[in-house]
């Protein structure tokens, strides 16, 4: 494996476990766990897409530009599937609202799209490229 992919993958499961401890949180403090957890999805998604890009890259000879060419590219070699590329495409979507454009309403719906489903999401993109290069 090359080293700047394994250097990444590496990145990639330390700030998921980061993100994992953020969305175990609770308390009074809801805003600043939220929040929290807001940022560390967005460095997850990141290194996320900068992983998978560094694989395509490496392994299938593949470049691309952008998240959502990644996604695309991850699904047309049947890295990930349908279901996982529609989610990866609609969270690079409020990923890119979130950094644009902070407000309230739309910091609550994001969180509980984490809790409930883009971080389980980001966590089989990284499994799913280990298994690839195992």
């Given amino acids: ?23 175990s949180l609770g308390g009074n403090d809801f805003t600043i766990v939220r929040d929290s957890a807001i940022k560390r999805f967005e460095y997850c998604f990141e290194l996320s897409w900068k992983a998978s890009k560094e694989f395509l890259r490496d392994r299938l000879g593949v470049d691309v530009f952008s998240p959502k060419e990644c996604w695309r590219e991850l699904k047309r070699n049947q890295i990930i599937d349908e279901a996982q590329t529609e989610k990866l495409l609609q969270m690079t979507d409020d990923r890119n609202n979130i950094v644009h454009t902070y407000n309230e309403q739309l910091a609550d719906i994001l969180y509980q799209k984490i809790k409930q489903e883009y971080y389980q999401t980001l966590k089989n993109v990284y499994q799913n490229i280990k298994e690839q290069i195992s």
């Fill in 1 to 23: 494996m090359a080293r700047t992919l394994a250097l990444k993958l590496e990145q990639l499961k330390a700030a998921l476990k980061s993100l994992a401890e953020a969305l």
